[in-house]
């Protein structure tokens, strides 16, 4: 993939837009908004204006009605905006025909997501992974992407294959599609026998929304050096370390962030990435408490676990940062995790507080597992009264 420099320059400047769809409050369409500027901020943009529209269902054309896209015109050449992003995935027609509408760059969801994939990705693999996802995003889009490439050049939003000219053409990006098809399938059964050699070992996965502190209690936990920052998908790449709890061992991976309409490009790229999830023997889904959308969070994470065949594994849900949390907002969160039905902790993975109890809970659920391997260790890992 290739880099730009954008990051020497001035953030570009940018304006949100969304809809408000039947069945949705004006408020949680705000809250989608506020996810999208978090994204942006992300990948390198900063949000100076939102437009909001009421409709019952995106316009074919131009995603919002000819009013709102006026409305936005105006808006983006009296302050010289150079970006309009949408807060969903934009069909080709719908991205060429407001890229001639408005005249600036348009991205959506999608490109954004693939963008910060495109930073983020440190490793040969995970480069690998985002660059095929790129590829599939940008293959029925390349109608008009001359003129598009050229409002694209040193900005958000095309990091990698998108800056590559030649490749527009259509038969070149499908037979590069091929080629890292191969490649991935190479590295996926590389990896398939990497986590095969690690014997009968129980395995336990960290999953969770992006940006909920899965890497921070990584580190708490099994002083990993996992990289950790308050950003949307910090880490990418899986990274697993055996730890010990109450002298039972175990392995504990750190995956890849979950997040609402995460592009199908990305889960199909990043097959090997969530084998972590499915192989694993036990979850620890680790949640944002303080986050004003937790209960949607928690039911996109279930959701994409379901979609990826996982929602049937023992799970414990971890509530994290509860240090910012005061007391009725405690008491709230406990009865949303009651609600679920699964065994859960409060805990604080940067001031470590209550990881004891997070313990326990992996103590409980990993020990039938290994019992069932190993079943003549019942008498060293006694089944405890916490």
């Known amino acids: 993939m290739i880099e730009n420099d954008f ?4 953030p570009e400047k940018a304006v949100l837009v969304g ?7 004006k ?22 204006a939102r437009f909001i529209q009421r409709v ?16 936005i015109k105006n808006y983006v050449q009296a302050h010289g905006v150079d970006t309009v992003v949408f807060d969903d995935e934009l069909t080709p027609s719908q991205q ?37 996802a790129q590829y599939q995003y940008l293959l029925p889009r390349l109608k008009g992407m001359w003129t598009h490439l050229e409002r694209q050049r040193g900005g958000i939003g095309m990091r990698g294959p998108g800056e590559r000219e030649i490749e527009t053409d259509r038969r070149i990006v499908q037979k590069r599609i091929s080629d890292l098809k191969r490649k991935l399938a190479k590295i996926d059964r590389q990896k398939q026998t990497q ?40 880490t990418l790449d899986t990274k697993v370390a055996k730890i010990q709890v109450y002298n039972l061992s175990f392995l504990l991976s750190d995956t890849v962030g979950f997040i609402r309409k995460l592009p199908t490009q990305l889960i199909e790229a990043f097959k090997s990435t969530l084998d972590e999830i499915r192989e694993a023997d036990v979850l620890v889904h680790v949640i944002d408490a303080s986050h004003p959308a937790v209960e949607e969070q928690i039911d996109t994470v279930h959701q994409t676990l379901a979609e990826i065949g996982a929602a049937r594994k023992p799970l414990i849900l971890a ?32 001031r470590k507080e209550n990881l004891d109890g997070l313990r326990d809970l992996l103590y409980r659920q990993v020990r039938p597992v290994h019992l069932s391997r190993y079943p003549g260790d019942d008498f060293l890992y006694p089944d405890l009264e916490f």
């Open 7 to 10: 990051f020497k320059k001035e």
């Open 19 to 25: 809809l408000i769809l039947p069945g949705q409050s």
């Open 27 to 48: 408020e949680k369409a705000e809250e989608y908004l506020d996810e999208l500027a978090f994204l942006l901020q992300t990948a390198g943009g900063k949000a100076v």
């Open 56 to 71: 019952p269902a995106p316009h074919p054309r131009t995603f919002v009605g000819k009013g709102k896209l006026e409305e």
């Open 96 to 132: 060429y025909q407001l890229e001639k509408e408005l005249g600036v760059k348009i991205l959506d969801r999608t490109t954004l997501i693939l963008d910060i994939f495109a930073m983020r990705a440190r490793t040969a693999h995970a480069r690998t992974q985002v660059e095929l």
């Open 195 to 234: 986590r095969s050699g690690r014997g009968k070992l129980v395995r336990v996965a960290l999953v969770g929304y992006t940006n909920v502190g899965k890497s921070t209690l990584m580190n708490a936990l099994a002083k990993a050096g996992v990289f950790a920052e308050n950003k949307l998908f910090a």
């Open 319 to 350: 509530a994290n940062k509860t240090d910012l949390l005061d007391a009725p907002a405690r008491t709230r969160m406990e009865n949303i995790l009651k609600s679920y039905g699964k065994p859960f902790v409060l805990i604080s993975a940067a």
